[in-house]
Nanobody, 118 residues
C-alpha cells in the first residue's frame, strides 16, 4: 500500500504561482503513472495532468495547458505540480493520485487546498 501526502497549497492572487508536491511512502512509485486531480466546491473531481512512470509522457487538461507543469523525481518518490498564471477558476482541492497496476488511478492523497483570489 502506498501513502501519498500533498503539500504546497495556499492562497495567492490572480497571476501568482504555487508549487505542489506529492511525496509517497510505503512503496516505490517508479513504475506508476502519477496524476493530479482537483475538485472545486460543488463540482466533480476532474483530471488536471498525468505523467508516465519515466516522465517521458505527460497529458494536460486543456484548462491548464501552458500554465501548469508536472514533473517527477523517482529517486525521491515525489511528484511536483508547478502552477503559474493562476486564475480564480483554479481554486480547488488538489489531489495527487497513483495508478499502480492496471486498474487506473487507485491510490489518492488527502488533498491540498489552492485558493486564487481576484
Amino acid at each position: 500500500q502506498v501513502q501519498l501526502v500533498e503539500a504546497g497549497g495556499g492562497s495567492v492572487q490572480t497571476g501568482g504561482s504555487l508549487r505542489l508536491s506529492c511525496a509517497a511512502s510505503g512503496r516505490t512509485l517508479r513504475s506508476a503513472t502519477m496524476g493530479w486531480f482537483r475538485q472545486a466546491p460543488g463540482k466533480e473531481r476532474e483530471f488536471v495532468v498525468g505523467i508516465s512512470w519515466s516522465g517521458g509522457t505527460t497529458r494536460y487538461a486543456d484548462a491548464v495547458k501552458g500554465r501548469f507543469t508536472i514533473s517527477r523525481d523517482n529517486a525521491k518518490n515525489t511528484v511536483y505540480l508547478q502552477m503559474n498564471s493562476l486564475k480564480p477558476e483554479d481554486t480547488a482541492v488538489y489531489y495527487c493520485a497513483a495508478a499502480i497496476g492496471s486498474s487506473g488511478f487507485n491510490s489518492w492523497g488527502q488533498g491540498t487546498q489552492v485558493t486564487v483570489s481576484s
